[in-house]
């Protein structure tokens, strides 16, 4: 195995493990910029993981090779109408954001389940047949050395992920919304006073958070494990929100963290077809991600502080 | 709008959540053509019906009063221990491998000796993301979710690759522990119809019992609950804010972890190989969240779990409602608790105007705002 293969293999599965990871992530930005804590993301991505494959065994044979992305979107969709819950019971309802978000992550499993059951009388569905394969860009796969790395049968939602996040990343600093996005999160008083909707912030902020989250399920319910069941999202929305606060909730960072993420968990799991990898015992392996990121974290980030006003409610008085 | 005194309301609302979330469970029931009365009535038969099914129903509950308290410890001082089930998981693997290893010694030895090596491993988890939060100030949440992963696998490898083949039965399985090491009660097992009921549940008791005098009656309790209330004004008052989230995150983990060991020397006498977070962790977290962190709020959060989750068994069997729906109503539950606020709109305290006191969970960053919490309630 040549370094070029090894490095190709290395790059295209840290791409898939962290796709979902990155669009979750920069859901929970986008949530807790408005002021409001999100810790029920990996509820969320259930709920898109569920739609996603529900969507795709009903319309594989009818769309084909486009499946996939209208999956995404009906993940997305669906992440969002489940989201609202969330958003009400904050930001009408005084809700405590951190119970609330635990009842997202306690709802959608059995949720998810029960439906299945309802819909196909059986635990789990069955596999879907259009997934998100590899995919080459045309003209970019050719480039000497880069072009196989990074272009060649690698992942086509993850290019996406990171357009994606460099997009919300220009929004959140550069436009009027995200500046005003970060007022409600930073002081809702103050925001209020210049005469900026609070509430409608808000929730626009945990709406985008349900469309990514349930867009990060759809991503890895297509690409990863290719059906649902109740172990499809087992802690990938935890990862999520880890990588948020891990990348200092901007868009960017929590990009990177994901792409980190996603590299610690793919050697993990591709680390004994590699030379050197495979003699290391797969305990250290598995556990390397998770070590890694406390060590990281408390060597070079030590404090990470969250928006001002993230986590409590803002209730305009009369 | 009803008139009634603050105090009553504090008991009307768990009560209304309760049934809105049952209410929303028949609704979906409904949706897909199940038939919510029968289900409701098989549930309650299967869990209190029978002793069998009120021994399984105590039993259930036992762990869940501990992962509850150790999640309530750290809520106290401001912390979101979200890492119950790795601390949980820490002390069912200790206490099975210590009694194993130690099959000879009189139980008055070896059954303490076990418990005790459960605990103190549960709290060295969560100590951990304790001691790192305490001197660095690395966010607890981020470090204990990663050490639920860590325990996972770790847990995996030691009993897969460390412990000596002659305590295990197969690599997933451990054999037996033998009764000196055993939490179970031959004359209380038969009592309640040869159910897994074990002594467990008197010391759930006992611990519900200490978690409330700490908290209300000794000064580390009291210091606790003032640098989760406010950490500038305790530190202020001369209290030190790391003593406090180390004690705290210990004592939180040392209950955790004391649910890993009933679950392991009382429910099923072996450990085996887990694939996820054990669930014993994140219900403690709702029966913490719906006890509303009172020792006597999680008790009865307990029980409500236990019987709607083993009713929930006898549901599936006998009325053929899949199972989910039972944590369909918990969850239910658990976000009326949260939007206690409307509830606590349908009535009208009849002294004068109280601010409405809202749920006491959240962490310490949750501070209330002073311009926006006036008492509109």
Not at chain 1, 64 to 82: E, R
Not at chain 1, 113 to 135: M, R
Request: aromatic letters at 12%; hydrophobic letters at 50%.
């Amino acid at each position: 195995m040549n370094l070029m293969t090894i490095l190709s293999l290395l790059v295209s599965s840290t791409f898939v493990y962290s796709t979902p990871l990155i669009f979750t992530s920069l859901g929970g930005v986008y949530s807790e910029n408005s002021g409001i804590t999100n810790v029920g993301l990996e509820g969320i991505m259930t709920m898109g993981a569920f739609a996603s494959v529900v969507f795709n065994l009903t319309f594989a044979s009818s769309l084909g090779k486009l499946t996939p992305w209208l999956g995404l979107v009906v993940g997305g969709v669906v992440g969002m109408i489940f989201s609202l819950l969330h958003a009400v019971a904050t930001i009408n309802f005084h809700a405590d954001h951190v119970i609330s978000g635990t009842v997202l992550n306690l709802m959608a499993p059995p949720l998810g389940v029960f439906l299945v059951k309802a819909i196909y009388d059986k635990g789990q569905t069955e596999n879907i047949t259009q997934s998100f394969g590899y995919f080459s860009f045309p003209g970019l796969a050719d480039i000497p050395v880069i072009g196989p790395i990074f272009f060649r049968n690698t992942s086509a939602p993850a290019w996406l992920a990171i357009v994606v996040s460099i997009a919300l990343w220009w929004i959140l600093y550069k436009t009027r919304f995200g500046l005003r996005l970060r007022a409600c999160g930073e002081n809702p008083q103050a925001a209020d006073t210049m005469g900026i909707n609070v509430y409608g912030m808000r929730y626009a902020g945990v709406l985008i958070s349900g469309l990514l989250g349930g867009v990060g399920g759809a991503v890895f319910a297509q690409a990863i494990s290719g059906n649902f069941s109740i172990s499809t999202i087992v802690g990938q929305g935890f990862m999520a929100l880890a990588a948020m606060i891990f990348g200092k909730w901007n868009p960017l960072g929590g990009m990177l963290a994901s792409l980190f993420f996603g590299f610690a968990q793919s050697l993990s799991i591709i680390g004994n077809q590699l030379p050197f990898f495979n003699h290391i015992p797969s305990v250290y392996m598995q556990i390397a991600p998770y070590v890694i990121t406390i060590v990281i974290l408390v060597l070079f980030f030590g404090k990470s502080v969250a928006p001002a006003a993230d986590g409590q409610n803002y209730i305009k008085s009369k | 709008m009803l008139k009634v005194k603050p105090k009553t309301k504090k008991i009307l609302v768990p009560i209304i959540s309760i049934l809105a979330g049952f209410i929303v469970g028949a609704l979906i029931m409904l949706v897909w053509s199940y038939n919510p009365i029968e289900a409701y009535s098989s549930m309650f038969t299967s869990a209190l019906g029978n002793m069998n099914g009120i021994g399984e129903t105590i039993r259930e509950a036992t762990p869940l009063i501990f992962t509850a308290i150790g999640f309530a410890i750290a809520s106290n001082a401001g912390f979101f221990n979200i890492g119950l089930p790795g601390q949980a998981q820490a002390g069912w693997l200790t206490s099975i491998w210590v009694v194993l290893a130690n099959q000879n010694l009189p139980k008055i030895v070896l059954l303490p000796l076990a418990i005790i090596a459960g605990v103190i491993a549960g709290a060295f988890v969560a100590g951990i993301a304790g001691w790192l939060r305490a001197q660095f100030g690395t966010n607890e949440v981020i470090t204990t979710i990663m050490l639920n992963y860590i325990v996972l696998y770790s847990c995996q490898y030691l009993m897969q690759q460390v412990m000596s083949q002659k305590l295990r039965i197969d690599t997933d399985t451990t054999k037996t522990i033998a009764p000196n090491g055993s939490l179970r009660i031959e004359w209380l097992s038969s009592m309640f119809g040869d159910s897994r009921i074990n002594a467990g549940i008197f010391l759930a008791l006992i611990g519900a019992f200490l978690y409330w005098y700490l908290m209300k009656k000794t000064t580390t309790g009291f210091e606790i609950r003032s640098v989760g209330a406010n950490p500038y004004a305790s530190r202020y008052a001369g209290m030190s804010t790391k003593k406090n989230i180390l004690y705290s995150m210990i004592l939180s983990g040392g209950f955790a972890g004391f649910g890993g060991v009933v679950q392991g020397l009382g429910t099923y006498q072996n450990y085996f190989t887990q694939t996820t977070s054990l669930d014993i962790g994140w219900d403690g977290l709702s029966v913490a969240l719906l006890g509303g962190g009172t020792a006597i709020g999680i008790l009865l959060a307990a029980f409500l779990f236990s019987i709607l989750k083993i009713g929930g068994l006898g549901m599936q069997t006998i009325a053929g409602i899949p199972y989910e729906i039972v944590s369909i109503v918990i969850a239910a539950i658990i976000f009326f608790v949260a939007i206690q606020y409307v509830i606590g709109l349908l009535f009208k305290n009849n002294k004068e105007k109280v601010p409405n006191s809202e749920a006491e969970t959240g962490p310490a960053t949750v501070s209330k705002t002073t311009t926006s919490e006036g008492g509109q309630g």
